[in-house]
């Protein structure tokens, strides 16, 4: 009978390593949500992907072992000619409460995971929006700047065909003055009520 305790023990104990090793790399994962860089996003989903799989087939496998061991324990216990008379129950009873303490730790460990990847998405979706936020504010201040030289540009394009342009026979540059001054005042004007409005 001491045998099967000690397999028993040696099997809940297998676990024990595989358990620590998700319980760092869960804790790793929960440190570096907000400060993995952008272009680490693929690796680091990845990361919590396999460390989630790990979990559930920790789950999957060492799920049963609780019940095995109290259906086990219950049968030592019961007064049969057949069963030992020993305190096997105590230390089946030991084992119990370790597999079911490693069972709660991948639970735990599962909904750590869990939140570190829900915060994750939450925090690549704030970026995201965080950064189509910022090319929207450039583009507005694009089309304000565009805005401001089409006008000028058919001004220009229009003094600057071949053809009869009024105070052309002038030979003093008053006009051309006159022009470059009603440009520069329109863009001035325009760019001062772009700021007044916050456009710019």
Known sequence: ??????????IV??????????????????????????????AFLRKIGYTRKNVMSLMRL??????????FTKRCTEDYEVTPHMDIALYLGD??????TMMNSLVHFD???????????????????DMGNR????????????TV????NVICGLFGMNVKVPWGDDQNLNAF????????????????LARRFKYL
Do not use: C
Not at 13 to 37: C, K, L, Y
Not at 149 to 152: A, T
């Open 149 to 152: 030289i089409v006008p000028l």
């Open 62 to 71: 060492l799920g049963g072992k609780a019940d095995v061991l109290r259906a």
């Open 177 to 192: 003055f006159g022009i470059l001054g009603g440009i520069l005042a329109f863009a001035l004007l325009s760019v001062i």
């Open 111 to 129: 909904t750590m995971l869990s939140r570190s990847h829900s915060n994750y998405l939450a925090q690549l979706s704030i970026d995201n929006i």
């Open 1 to 10: 009978m001491i045998d099967v305790w000690s397999t028993f023990d040696d």
């Open 13 to 42: 104990d297998s676990f024990g390593p595989a358990i620590n090793q998700i319980e760092h790399e869960a804790d790793a994962i929960e440190d570096q949500v907000f400060i993995t860089r952008v272009e680490d996003n693929q």
């Open 135 to 146: 090319t929207n504010e450039f583009l507005s201040r694009v089309t304000v700047i565009a």
């Open 95 to 100: 084992i119990q409460d370790h597999a079911v």
